[in-house]
Protein backbone atom coordinates (compact mmCIF):
# COMPACT_ATOMS: atom_id res chain seq x y z
CA UNK A 1 0.00 0.00 0.00
CA UNK A 2 2.93 2.65 1.00
CA UNK A 3 4.40 1.84 -2.49
CA UNK A 4 1.27 2.19 -3.99
CA UNK A 5 0.22 5.73 -2.58
CA UNK A 6 3.78 7.19 -3.29
CA UNK A 7 3.59 6.31 -7.06
CA UNK A 8 0.33 8.50 -7.30
CA UNK A 9 2.32 11.41 -7.46
CA UNK A 10 4.40 10.41 -10.10
CA UNK A 11 1.73 9.79 -12.30
CA UNK A 12 0.37 13.01 -11.64
CA UNK A 13 3.48 14.41 -12.98
CA UNK A 14 3.62 12.41 -15.90
CA UNK A 15 0.12 13.68 -16.74
CA UNK A 16 0.99 16.89 -16.48
CA UNK A 17 3.82 17.07 -18.81
CA UNK A 18 2.02 15.05 -21.27
CA UNK A 19 -0.65 17.69 -21.20
CA UNK A 20 1.72 20.35 -21.79
CA UNK A 21 4.05 18.77 -24.45
CA UNK A 22 0.09 17.72 -26.67
CA UNK A 23 -0.69 20.97 -28.67
CA UNK A 24 -4.20 21.85 -28.29
CA UNK A 25 -6.85 21.12 -31.00
CA UNK A 26 -7.10 24.78 -31.83
CA UNK A 27 -3.62 25.39 -31.94
CA UNK A 28 -3.72 22.50 -34.00
CA UNK A 29 -6.25 23.65 -36.34
CA UNK A 30 -4.54 27.08 -36.69
CA UNK A 31 -1.15 24.92 -37.42
CA UNK A 32 -2.84 23.51 -40.17
CA UNK A 33 -4.99 25.88 -42.00
CA UNK A 34 -2.15 28.68 -41.49
CA UNK A 35 0.33 25.96 -43.42
CA UNK A 36 -2.81 25.41 -46.10
CA UNK A 37 -3.60 29.02 -46.87
CA UNK A 38 0.34 30.23 -46.40
CA UNK A 39 0.99 27.33 -49.23
CA UNK A 40 -1.44 28.54 -51.18
CA UNK A 41 -0.99 32.15 -51.50
CA UNK A 42 2.80 31.27 -52.60
CA UNK A 43 1.41 28.73 -55.41
CA UNK A 44 -1.15 31.26 -56.84
CA UNK A 45 -0.50 34.85 -55.62
CA UNK A 46 0.89 35.16 -58.99
CA UNK A 47 -2.56 34.98 -60.46
CA UNK A 48 -4.44 36.82 -57.75
CA UNK A 49 -1.83 40.12 -58.54
CA UNK A 50 -2.98 39.54 -62.22
CA UNK A 51 -6.34 39.49 -61.39
CA UNK A 52 -6.28 42.39 -58.72
CA UNK A 53 -5.09 44.47 -61.64
CA UNK A 54 -7.25 43.86 -63.99
CA UNK A 55 -9.95 44.61 -62.02
CA UNK A 56 -8.20 47.58 -61.61
CA UNK A 57 -7.50 48.82 -64.65
CA UNK A 58 -11.63 47.72 -66.12
CA UNK A 59 -13.04 49.43 -62.83
CA UNK A 60 -10.40 52.98 -63.69
CA UNK A 61 -8.81 53.03 -66.68
CA UNK A 62 -10.59 51.38 -69.77
CA UNK A 63 -12.60 48.47 -70.89
CA UNK A 64 -15.07 46.42 -73.74
CA UNK A 65 -18.68 47.22 -73.82
CA UNK A 66 -21.08 45.25 -75.47
CA UNK A 67 -23.60 46.96 -77.93
CA UNK A 68 -26.75 44.98 -77.71
CA UNK A 69 -29.83 46.73 -79.73
CA UNK A 70 -30.41 49.25 -82.46
CA UNK A 71 -30.59 52.85 -80.94
CA UNK A 72 -26.95 53.38 -82.15
CA UNK A 73 -27.21 52.32 -85.86
CA UNK A 74 -26.01 53.06 -88.33
CA UNK A 75 -23.04 53.63 -86.47
CA UNK A 76 -22.86 50.86 -84.09
CA UNK A 77 -24.19 47.68 -84.61
CA UNK A 78 -25.81 44.84 -82.35
CA UNK A 79 -22.85 42.49 -81.51
CA UNK A 80 -20.22 45.39 -81.73
CA UNK A 81 -17.51 45.11 -79.02
CA UNK A 82 -16.50 49.00 -78.18
CA UNK A 83 -13.47 50.47 -76.41
CA UNK A 84 -14.14 52.62 -73.37
CA UNK A 85 -12.00 55.03 -72.39
CA UNK A 86 -12.34 55.58 -68.72
CA UNK A 87 -10.03 58.33 -68.75
CA UNK A 88 -11.27 60.51 -71.36
CA UNK A 89 -12.95 62.90 -68.69
CA UNK A 90 -12.00 61.47 -64.96
CA UNK A 91 -9.99 60.02 -63.05
CA UNK A 92 -12.07 58.14 -60.84
CA UNK A 93 -11.67 55.83 -57.62
CA UNK A 94 -11.71 52.36 -59.00
CA UNK A 95 -16.23 51.28 -58.47
CA UNK A 96 -17.38 54.69 -57.57
CA UNK A 97 -18.48 57.54 -59.00
CA UNK A 98 -15.65 60.02 -57.38
CA UNK A 99 -13.72 62.09 -59.75
CA UNK A 100 -10.14 62.61 -58.63
CA UNK A 101 -9.41 64.75 -61.41
CA UNK A 102 -10.58 66.18 -64.64
CA UNK A 103 -8.63 65.30 -67.70
CA UNK A 104 -11.25 67.16 -70.07
CA UNK A 105 -15.03 67.56 -70.99
CA UNK A 106 -16.88 65.82 -73.18
CA UNK A 107 -18.01 67.30 -76.17
CA UNK A 108 -20.82 67.43 -78.62
CA UNK A 109 -20.20 64.66 -80.55
CA UNK A 110 -18.71 62.14 -78.21
CA UNK A 111 -20.11 58.75 -78.25
CA UNK A 112 -20.42 58.14 -74.22
CA UNK A 113 -21.12 55.04 -72.17
CA UNK A 114 -23.68 55.69 -69.35
CA UNK A 115 -24.35 54.01 -66.09
CA UNK A 116 -28.19 55.25 -66.12
CA UNK A 117 -29.62 55.60 -62.88
CA UNK A 118 -33.14 56.37 -64.69
CA UNK A 119 -32.73 53.58 -67.10
CA UNK A 120 -31.78 51.34 -64.74
CA UNK A 121 -28.38 50.38 -67.17
CA UNK A 122 -25.93 51.29 -69.02
CA UNK A 123 -26.33 53.34 -72.30
CA UNK A 124 -24.17 54.13 -75.50
CA UNK A 125 -25.80 57.44 -76.59
CA UNK A 126 -24.26 60.45 -78.68
CA UNK A 127 -23.41 63.76 -76.93
CA UNK A 128 -25.65 66.76 -79.00
CA UNK A 129 -26.10 69.03 -75.82
CA UNK A 130 -23.69 70.49 -73.44
CA UNK A 131 -24.30 71.95 -70.41
CA UNK A 132 -25.70 75.89 -71.54
CA UNK A 133 -26.62 74.74 -75.11
CA UNK A 134 -31.01 75.34 -75.99
CA UNK A 135 -31.84 72.16 -77.82
CA UNK A 136 -34.95 72.27 -79.92
CA UNK A 137 -36.10 69.50 -82.20
CA UNK A 138 -38.91 69.45 -85.06
CA UNK A 139 -39.64 66.58 -86.88
CA UNK A 140 -35.84 64.77 -85.76
CA UNK A 141 -34.19 68.15 -87.75
CA UNK A 142 -32.22 69.62 -84.72
CA UNK A 143 -31.84 73.17 -83.88
CA UNK A 144 -29.00 74.01 -81.23
CA UNK A 145 -28.39 77.21 -79.43
CA UNK A 146 -30.63 78.87 -82.66
CA UNK A 147 -28.42 77.08 -85.25
CA UNK A 148 -29.99 74.55 -87.40
CA UNK A 149 -28.18 71.72 -88.38
CA UNK A 150 -27.31 70.58 -91.45
CA UNK A 151 -28.28 67.04 -92.96
CA UNK A 152 -27.35 65.17 -96.54
CA UNK A 153 -28.90 61.85 -97.54
CA UNK A 154 -26.33 59.46 -98.10
CA UNK A 155 -28.56 56.10 -98.92
CA UNK A 156 -32.32 55.09 -98.78
CA UNK A 157 -33.29 51.70 -96.89
CA UNK A 158 -35.92 49.51 -97.60
CA UNK A 159 -37.25 50.84 -94.06
CA UNK A 160 -35.10 53.47 -93.34
CA UNK A 161 -33.05 56.35 -94.54
CA UNK A 162 -29.20 57.51 -93.60
CA UNK A 163 -28.38 60.74 -93.41
CA UNK A 164 -24.97 62.81 -92.87
CA UNK A 165 -25.87 65.52 -89.65
CA UNK A 166 -23.72 68.12 -89.10
CA UNK A 167 -23.76 69.44 -85.56
CA UNK A 168 -21.80 72.53 -85.09
CA UNK A 169 -17.82 71.35 -85.35
CA UNK A 170 -18.89 68.14 -85.96
CA UNK A 171 -20.98 65.70 -88.05
CA UNK A 172 -22.09 62.14 -88.10
CA UNK A 173 -24.25 59.37 -89.33
CA UNK A 174 -28.13 59.30 -88.30
CA UNK A 175 -31.24 56.75 -89.39
CA UNK A 176 -34.35 57.58 -89.36
CA UNK A 177 -36.71 55.36 -90.09
CA UNK A 178 -39.75 55.67 -92.91
CA UNK A 179 -42.26 53.53 -91.95
CA UNK A 180 -42.08 53.90 -88.17
CA UNK A 181 -45.99 54.38 -86.20
CA UNK A 182 -45.00 56.66 -83.44
CA UNK A 183 -43.19 59.71 -84.28
CA UNK A 184 -44.17 61.71 -80.45
CA UNK A 185 -40.49 61.48 -80.02
CA UNK A 186 -39.62 63.05 -83.32
CA UNK A 187 -40.01 66.36 -81.69
CA UNK A 188 -38.70 68.11 -78.32
CA UNK A 189 -38.09 71.50 -76.36
CA UNK A 190 -37.12 74.13 -76.92
CA UNK A 191 -34.93 73.07 -73.32
CA UNK A 192 -31.98 74.72 -72.34
CA UNK A 193 -29.23 71.82 -70.50
CA UNK A 194 -28.40 72.31 -67.09
CA UNK A 195 -25.26 72.71 -65.78
CA UNK A 196 -23.14 69.83 -65.09
CA UNK A 197 -25.36 67.67 -67.56
CA UNK A 198 -25.52 66.72 -70.76
CA UNK A 199 -28.32 66.12 -73.87
CA UNK A 200 -27.62 62.60 -75.63
CA UNK A 201 -29.48 60.98 -78.38
CA UNK A 202 -29.24 57.81 -79.99
CA UNK A 203 -27.94 57.78 -83.79
CA UNK A 204 -31.22 55.79 -84.56
CA UNK A 205 -33.71 58.60 -83.78
CA UNK A 206 -36.59 56.73 -84.29
CA UNK A 207 -35.69 53.87 -82.05
CA UNK A 208 -33.62 54.86 -79.11
CA UNK A 209 -34.87 55.79 -75.14
CA UNK A 210 -32.26 58.33 -74.57
CA UNK A 211 -32.85 61.99 -73.20
CA UNK A 212 -36.02 62.47 -74.92
CA UNK A 213 -37.25 59.45 -72.52
CA UNK A 214 -34.84 59.71 -69.17
CA UNK A 215 -34.07 63.89 -69.33
CA UNK A 216 -30.50 65.06 -69.45
CA UNK A 217 -27.87 62.90 -67.89
CA UNK A 218 -25.72 64.14 -65.24
CA UNK A 219 -21.94 64.20 -66.14
CA UNK A 220 -21.06 61.59 -63.11
CA UNK A 221 -23.59 58.81 -64.34
CA UNK A 222 -20.51 59.35 -68.02
CA UNK A 223 -18.37 56.42 -67.80
CA UNK A 224 -15.86 57.13 -70.46
CA UNK A 225 -15.56 57.77 -74.21
CA UNK A 226 -15.97 55.22 -77.31
CA UNK A 227 -13.39 55.84 -80.48
CA UNK A 228 -13.98 52.50 -81.74
CA UNK A 229 -15.47 48.61 -82.56
CA UNK A 230 -12.54 46.25 -81.40
CA UNK A 231 -14.63 43.44 -82.92
CA UNK A 232 -18.13 42.40 -83.64
CA UNK A 233 -19.98 39.24 -84.17
CA UNK A 234 -23.18 38.90 -85.91
CA UNK A 235 -25.96 37.87 -84.08
CA UNK A 236 -28.04 37.82 -87.64
CA UNK A 237 -25.62 34.92 -88.86
CA UNK A 238 -24.69 32.27 -86.22
CA UNK A 239 -22.72 34.93 -84.10
CA UNK A 240 -19.79 35.13 -87.15
CA UNK A 241 -17.29 37.62 -87.09
CA UNK A 242 -17.63 40.90 -88.88
CA UNK A 243 -14.12 41.31 -90.04
CA UNK A 244 -14.90 44.75 -91.74
CA UNK A 245 -15.99 46.23 -88.23
CA UNK A 246 -12.35 44.89 -86.59
CA UNK A 247 -10.52 47.98 -84.94
CA UNK A 248 -12.56 50.32 -86.99
CA UNK A 249 -12.79 54.26 -85.63
CA UNK A 250 -16.00 55.68 -84.87
CA UNK A 251 -17.41 58.78 -86.20
Known amino acids: MENEEKS ?9 AEAVNT ?3 SHRFKKHWGGFWHGFWRENRQFFLLLATIIFFKSAIADLSSISGASMQPTLLDGDKVWVNKLA ?9 ISL ?4 DPSRGDIVIIDSKKAGKRLVKRIVGIPGDTI ?10 GEAANYEIIS ?10 ELP ?33 GDNRDNSADSRV ?22 NNSYLPRGERFLSALD
Open 8 to 16: KPADTDDLT
Open 23 to 25: PSL
Open 89 to 97: YDVKIPFTE
Open 101 to 104: ATTS
Open 136 to 145: YMQNNALVIN
Open 156 to 165: QEPNSVIILE
Open 169 to 201: NRSHQAQLSTNYISRSNRSYGPASVPEGQYFVL
Open 214 to 235: YSFVPREEIIGRSNSVVFSLDS
